[in-house]
């Protein structure tokens, strides 16, 4: 198949996915914080910046506003263009792929995509987030989850659905990461608070930000731990949003892609999914704590990043067009990670 229409699947299945992702993690914050520190406005708005360092925008945010409180945030992650992660953004971009292969996505899907898009663009959209951001954020996710449904029903599963499945679960473990990692930029306010009910509180809304909270109980039957929370986001085989489970089937797009058998590699990019995988099959949470929870969450993302860098190299960029237009176009598609 082409590697312009591969790329736009790739990053079409990617933005959506992270669309729905920022939705989560707003939304859930933003009301479980509300109800938390509905009398302390000052805690409340401590919250954010956590929330952008953990997306690696805070130097962008901070180019546009000096203090991170509910306002400025929820609106640069949500409806703000000069953010490239914001909501609003990601739909724009994943229409604007969508659009590139019409032809080669079902009506149904175009439609839904085409739906959401003048939905976020919509003169009411501000007002339906004024007048109540749950419900805003439930049409984004209830969207996606469509998006998701018709993706796996009303085309056939070939290349290019391998290619929409590497960039679905390659930026759903990325984005669990950077929500697990919000709990390390949260400091809390003395060390006896450790395991204390604001600690527990934090890792509450981790679980919930990632839809993991019911999951989570029905596989332990017991309170919130930090060993127990981090174990089910990261280890957990069965779990769709744990980062093992999305790096499995990354990795079994990319050897179905490749004709391989589980163990065989023919180019470094499975080579790359495959060890991650070991690590993450072979791996006890007091391993990761050990290392440092937050110095293993940057360890993913960068394996992650080489997945994706590897998977350009191998089906996206082609060397033989260098001076053609299509490169430069591609390079620019590139970018947009």
């Not at 914080?33 to 360092?53: A, H, M, N, R, V």
């Not at 990601?90 to 590139?100: G, H, K, P, V, Y």
């Not at 995988?277 to 007091?286: M, V």
């Amino acid at each position: 198949m082409l590697s312009r229409v591969a790329n736009c699947i790739y990053w079409m299945a990617r933005y959506i996915e992270r669309a729905d992702n920022i939705a989560r993690l707003v939304d859930v914050n933003l009301q479980l914080l509300l109800d938390y520190f509905q009398s302390d406005k000052t805690k409340l708005d401590q919250y954010w910046e956590p929330i952008l360092k953990s997306l690696s925008i805070e130097e962008a945010f901070h180019a546009k506003y000096q203090l991170a409180n509910t306002d400025c945030a929820t609106d640069f992650l949500t409806f703000d263009l000069s953010n490239p992660s914001s909501i609003k953004s990601c739909i724009r971009t994943a229409r604007e792929n969508a659009r590139l292969v019409r032809d080669q996505i079902s009506t149904e899907i175009w439609e839904e995509i085409n739906r959401l898009y003048h939905f976020v663009n919509a003169a009411s959209a501000e007002e339906i987030w004024e007048s109540s951001p749950s419900e805003f954020y439930r049409q984004i996710r209830q969207s996606s989850q469509i998006f998701q449904g018709l993706s796996s029903s009303t085309v056939l599963h070939d290349e290019a659905w391998e290619f929409n499945q590497i960039g679905k679960y390659l930026e759903r473990a990325d984005m669990t990461t950077r929500i697990l990692d919000v709990k390390y930029h949260i400091l809390l306010p003395r060390v006896e608070d450790v395991g204390g009910a604001l600690d527990t509180f934090q890792w509450l809304v981790i679980l919930r930000s990632t839809s993991a909270m019911e999951a989570y109980m029905k596989t332990y039957n017991s309170d919130v731990t930090p060993l127990q929370a981090a174990e089910f986001l990261i280890l957990n085989n069965i779990f769709p949003r744990a980062v093992r489970f999305c790096i499995r089937l990354v990795d079994s797009a990319l050897r179905r892609l490749a004709h391989l058998r589980e163990g065989e590699f023919s180019h470094p990019v499975e080579k790359i999914s495959g060890k991650l995988l070991a690590e993450l099959d072979y791996s006890a949470i007091e391993d990761v704590f050990q290392y440092g929870l937050h110095e293993y969450l940057d360890h993913l993302q960068v394996e992650f990043n080489h997945i994706g860098e590897a998977m350009q190299q191998t089906y996206i960029y082609s060397p033989a067009q260098e001076m053609g237009s299509e490169v430069i176009w591609h390079q620019q598609q590139i970018q947009q990670q």
